[in-house]
């Protein structure tokens, strides 16, 4: 930690690791279901009753049974200065025990990780974030601007209960917040032994789900049949799982790459970004699906008999939006399905972009580089979507920053939702220092 070492007091270095293998511990597994969620709870009550230890006055909003937010402000010396909202989810998604090396709600600590289901996504920066503010109360530390705590459920279902659910029934618990850090940036990418960037997270696709609806005739399957809704489905679904949408830089992408061209020393296209791209080892999965629309079939759902034809057969796309392009990405799905497969949106958030400058990023940059030399941060596109989505609805300019270094041969990408989740404790460890300095100084 900085300046201040209390001896008799836990650091925070060490604490954190406690925080994180708890809060593994307790199975916060989101099925979509809140009959199920009963896990969300106990992480939010965990979650309370440390602040509430340290003398931060936790609140748990419930949207519904099992459900549970928790929301905190810490108040800053300077209140005339707009408030920070530090948010993390507390749900996390399925995993299959048979399929993971120690057992993925075990929080077990073997070879230099903390291993389990939400290690990187996100029970890490939820046990940073407690961390740090439990070692401020105790040391009278304060911090420059107000600081608002946001513990979420149901992140990984679309945060109706959790983030929307706030922003919308509790608006007022965030009153004054201009700014926002949680999920999935401030992550490190290795260049070399004395070059890291850390991708910090600007920008986020839209999310456009929708499902394809097919009529036809029904009838008996061993008939001459011309008007089949499962064949008129399966070419609309085949049609959009080969397409390619045409590349679309955006400025956040565009900054990211002349960055990436710089350090990786590698020839930079503008006009085919996607041959630095597939330069960039793993994280080229996540960067690769920025520079596009994307529409991914992942839904089929027709007939209830192997006899007969159904007059009706639905499927589900996956479509991500770049920033401005949702109606954009609607009419070119329309032209791709024809006029007779209707399309119903069922999930649409649009996708968010702000700039890589000012005080607040200023601030990360400064905390990366101090606890890292080699520290270059740089701005990028998630491909995905986070609580962010929501709490930007108020106007908070929302940034992914839950700093962490990694070893330069994890494939950090793969680990969401990935089997074997884990997190370095080292990172860990590092990830406290930048946050530390960051709510500090910022
Ligand atoms: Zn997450």
Redesign the pocket.
């Known amino acids: 930690m900085t300046s201040d070492a209390h001896p008799a007091l836990p650091a925070p270095t060490d604490e954190v690791v406690e925080l994180c293998r708890d809060l593994l511990r307790i199975d916060t597994t989101n099925t979509g279901d809140n009959f199920t969620s009963a896990g969300e709870r106990r992480a939010a009550e965990y979650v309370a009753e440390k602040l509430a230890e340290v003398g931060i006055e936790p609140v748990i909003h419930e949207s519904a049974p099992g459900r549970a937010n928790v929301v905190a402000r810490i108040p800053g010396t300077e209140p005339s200065r707009g408030a920070l909202l530090v948010h993390g989810?507390l749900d996390v998604v399925p995993a299959d025990p048979d399929e993971w090396s120690v057992h993925p709600f075990s929080g077990e600590l073997r070879d230099g990780y903390l291993w389990g289901r939400g290690a990187i996504?996100?029970k890490d920066f939820d046990a940073m974030v407690l961390a740090v503010v439990r070692h401020w109360q105790r040391t009278g530390v304060r911090p420059p601007r107000d600081i608002v705590l946001a513990f979420t459920a149901d992140?990984?279902a679309g945060s109706e209960y959790g983030a929307h659910f706030l922003a919308t029934r509790h608006r007022e618990l965030f009153d004054g917040c201009t700014e926002g850090i949680g999920?999935?940036g401030g992550f490190s990418y290795t260049v070399d032994e004395s070059r890291r960037l850390y991708l910090i997270e600007t920008a986020q696709k839209g999310i456009d789900w929708l499902r394809l609806h097919a009529r036809g005739r029904p009838g008996h399957g061993s008939m001459v049949h011309e008007d089949n809704a499962v064949t008129a489905l399966a070419e609309a679904v085949a049609r959009i799982g080969a397409h390619r949408f045409p590349v679309v830089v955006t400025d956040t992408v565009r900054a990211f790459l002349e960055e990436v061209a710089e350090v990786l020393d590698i020839e930079l296209d503008p006009e085919d970004p996607e041959t630095a791209i597939a330069k960039l080892g793993p994280i080229a999965n996540i960067i690769g699906a920025t520079i596009r629309n994307t529409a991914n079939p992942t839904r089929l759902a027709a007939g209830y008999k192997d006899n007969v034809i159904p007059g009706r057969a639905s499927a589900t796309i996956d479509c991500r939006s770049l920033p401005g392009q949702s109606e954009l990405l609607e009419r070119q799905l329309r032209e791709l399905v024809g006029p007779d497969i209707a399309i119903e949106y069922i999930q649409r958030q649009p996708a968010l972009e702000t700039t890589f400058d000012g005080d607040l990023v200023a601030a990360m940059s400064a905390a990366l580089r101090a606890e890292d030399p080699g520290a270059r941060p740089v701005p990028y596109m998630l491909s995905g979507g986070?609580d962010a989505k929501a709490f930007s609805q108020l106007g908070i300019r929302c940034f992914g920053f839950a700093p962490l270094r990694l070893p330069a041969d994890l494939n950090f990408s793969a680990l969401f939702h990935g089997i074997d989740e884990r997190v370095p404790v080292d990172g860990l460890q590092f990830g406290v220092r930048v946050l530390d300095r960051f709510l500090r100084t910022c």
């Open positions: 989810h996504d996100m992140e990984e999920e999935v986070t």
